[in-house]
């Protein structure tokens, strides 16, 4: 069973440009969840979603961050009019039923380093 | 609001000896969860050991093991005959019951001198 796969590992931008990040989680998995990890700081939850729905986005910046989650297909964290301070790791979690009440835990993917130049 | 608390920035134990990482949290919650993430040089999240708060029984895998004081909202995580692949980022982390985000502590560096 392949775990939760991100793509891609390493992304550079100009400020300005639009960053797209993907997330495939492991098979059979519905749940999504994204993290930010800004240099030496821990992770910080940014959106939770299911297939086709946004369960909590109270993590996402206002402005300029999207997510979505389609019924087919990975789920992508969208950048637009990247700046310097969005440099971080984005990491992508998943977790076949939501973590609470169960005993679900949130597998994690390798994570997308984004550099904006 | 629950809050995460690591106060080691860097611990180094020597290989084969044992180790204890701190972590307090802050809550209201009676029912939560509690874990312990590594994140070695390649940056992956790999989970170490999870902790229920309802379980007073410490949670252990292998050389990993918890001690885990629910009264003074603490969750420490002991390593055991520490070995070099040990070295690595370690994040304590925290979720309600009622719901779904994990809430990291600002972690602490694991160094395992030879």
């Known amino acids: 069973n392949a775990g939760v796969m991100q793509n891609p590992r390493h992304l550079v931008r100009r400020r300005g440009q639009e960053a797209r990040l993907r997330c495939s989680p492991m098979?059979?998995?519905?749940?999504v969840y994204w993290y930010r990890q800004l240099p030496e700081e821990g992770l910080k939850f940014m959106v939770y979603l299911q297939k086709e729905n946004i369960i909590d986005e109270s993590g996402m910046p206002k402005e300029r961050f999207s997510a979505e989650f389609p019924k087919e297909g990975p789920s992508i964290l969208r950048i637009q009019q990247v700046v310097r301070g969005d440099s971080a790791a984005y990491f992508c979690?998943?977790?076949?039923?939501?973590?609470?009440?169960?005993?679900?835990?949130?597998?994690f993917g390798p994570g997308t380093r984004l550099l904006v130049l | 609001a629950q809050t995460v608390t690591q106060s080691q920035p860097e611990m180094s134990v020597q290989e084969a000896e044992t180790v204890t990482l701190s972590c307090t949290y802050d809550?209201?919650?009676?029912?939560?969860?509690l874990f312990w993430y590594k994140q070695p040089p390649s940056r992956q999240m790999i989970l170490v050991i999870r902790q229920e708060a309802y379980k007073q029984q410490n949670a252990t895998e292998n050389r990993f093991s918890v001690n885990f004081q629910k009264a003074a909202k603490s969750f420490s995580l002991k390593i055991s005959d520490s070995q070099l692949g040990d070295a690595a980022m370690y994040f304590c982390a925290y979720s309600v019951d009622s719901s779904y985000k994990l809430i990291f502590g600002s972690g602490t560096r694991l160094l395992v001198r030879p």
């Open positions: 979690a998943s977790s076949p039923r939501p973590l609470a009440g169960g005993q679900e835990t949130q597998y």
């Open positions: 809550t209201s919650e009676s029912d939560y969860y």
């Open positions: 098979k059979g998995h519905s749940h």
